[in-house]
């Protein structure tokens, strides 16, 4: 049914409610043929006829235009602030809840933004769950709707971003593709260097990388004419994760630095403290002589984490790069400390991380002799992995692990260690 035919009909249904007919509820103001039309759904009135209606009703506007008193839209918007606030603090389940008893709701049929409104916010939380199948199905159904401009390049953002991750990788850049290369597509918006950002993510992780090189300046000369924090920063970070893939360490840096530069001013608490996190680790990784300073910065980052609303996740893996870092500064009680309490932090299995922090172990009580201690925490790598898909992070963290497995005198775990990680990089 049309937006007409529905106010049409809430209008016919309140006149006999209050037992009136057309010419009752017509007098003086309009003719009865023209209540007839409208209620037939073959007229659309006017705002100043919509409410005269309501008066004559005694009914609220809002009831008539959407089908839910002011009282239950009031409802329906305060619900919507939870869920977001929820999503937005990491509370992911939480959210995840709320949007969905949301979109359970039948008040929300002819709400048709705020039910895009919430089902965008379900499919956000469904991916921060680690959902990525329901993601990908709600913002499929998304997309087949009549969207505003805005509201289609963030579901196609999200989209390409969950096929990504998802490994669906010809998937996500055909959804990025099919708005930024078509003819007639828009001139740069915040929003479209975003989903240009995530598409060149997904040039990189599939190994086109001289595409993503070109693609990365591209971004960057397009964020430089808009000037906007929001293209800068993604711009930049995403220009610093090519640079780093291609082997242009230093070059990575410089541009990790000024995107963490414009975020400290212009981020939520949240967003600077993992961009900042994830500044820290590339320091580690291009900079080893560095390790005690970038310790000192993880540590000040933990209390850091701790006062904003980052998701346990995010805490875990804070305190597993700070464990790193303090391995690579010699503290091995710092070390184990830090790694257990990240993997703590995390799902029982499945989770990269949790092979990470478990690797870390193994290798730091192998640094100390305790070579049994070491062998058991490499083992239990494979229990974090073997649950999870094949992927390009899962099989690095397979080679490790088959490194320190051969280097703990383990040559047969070690082989089978380095064809799963073969396996995961599709080899």
């Known amino acids: 049914m049309t937006t007409s035919d529905l106010v049409g009909l809430r209008i016919k249904t309140v006149r006999r409610q ?3 007919s057309q010419a009752q509820l017509a007098h003086p103001e309009l003719s009865d043929s023209y209540v007839s039309l409208i209620e037939s759904g073959k007229r659309t009135p006017t705002p100043a006829v919509l409410e005269l209606l309501a008066q004559k009703l005694d009914c609220s506007l809002s009831y008539l235009i959407n089908g839910v008193t002011a009282e239950q839209m009031e409802d329906i918007e305060l619900a919507l602030g939870y869920a977001r606030l929820a999503l937005e603090n990491g509370e992911v389940q ?43 199905s709600i913002l499929l159904r998304l997309r087949e709707e009549e969207l505003s401009s805005e509201r289609r390049t963030e579901v196609a953002m999200v989209l390409c971003r969950v096929y990504r991750e998802s490994e669906r990788l010809t998937e996500a850049v055909e959804v990025g593709e099919q708005i930024l290369v078509k003819s007639d597509r828009q001139p740069w918006t915040d929003q479209l260097v975003e989903l240009a950002a995530t598409l060149l993510s997904a040039y990189m992780q599939r190994g086109d990388l001289l595409r993503a090189r070109q693609f990365a300046a591209e971004l960057l000369n397009a964020a430089d004419v808009l000037g906007t924090p929001r293209a800068i920063v993604a711009a930049n970070w995403n220009a610093s994760s090519v640079a780093n893939i291609t082997g242009h360490d230093e070059e990575s840096l410089a541009f990790a630095e000024r995107a963490m530069a ?36 993880l540590r000040a980052a933990v209390a850091e984490f701790e006062q904003t609303s980052t998701s346990a996740v995010d805490r875990a893996r804070v305190h597993i790069e700070l464990a790193y870092a303090e391995y690579m500064s010699g503290d091995y009680d710092k070390a184990v400390h830090h790694a257990r309490t990240g993997r703590e932090l995390i799902p029982e299995s499945g989770h990269v991380l949790g092979a990470e922090a478990s690797l870390l172990l193994g290798r730091v009580y192998g640094a100390v002799g305790r070579s049994d201690e070491a062998a058991e925490h490499v083992g239990e790598v494979r ?30 775990e070690a082989v089978e260690a380095y064809q799963r990680a073969l396996a995961c990089a599709g080899l």
């Open 262 to 297: 414009v975020q400290i001013e212009n981020g939520n608490p949240r967003s600077v403290a993992r961009m900042r996190l994830a500044l820290l680790q590339k320091r580690l990784r291009v900079r080893p002589a560095e390790a005690l300073a970038v310790r000192d910065a």
């Open 18 to 20: 209050r037992g009136l």
């Open 383 to 412: 229990d974090w992995l073997t649950p999870l898909s094949d992927s390009r992070r899962s099989a690095s963290t397979w080679y490790a692990a088959a490194e320190t497995m051969e280097s703990l005198g383990d040559d047969d």
């Open 94 to 136: 939480e959210a995840r809840t709320r949007f969905a008893e949301l979109v359970a709701n039948n008040n929300l049929t002819g709400l048709t933004a705020l039910r895009q409104d919430t089902e965008f916010g379900l499919a956000l939380a469904c991916e921060a769950c680690g959902d990525l199948d329901e993601a990908i």
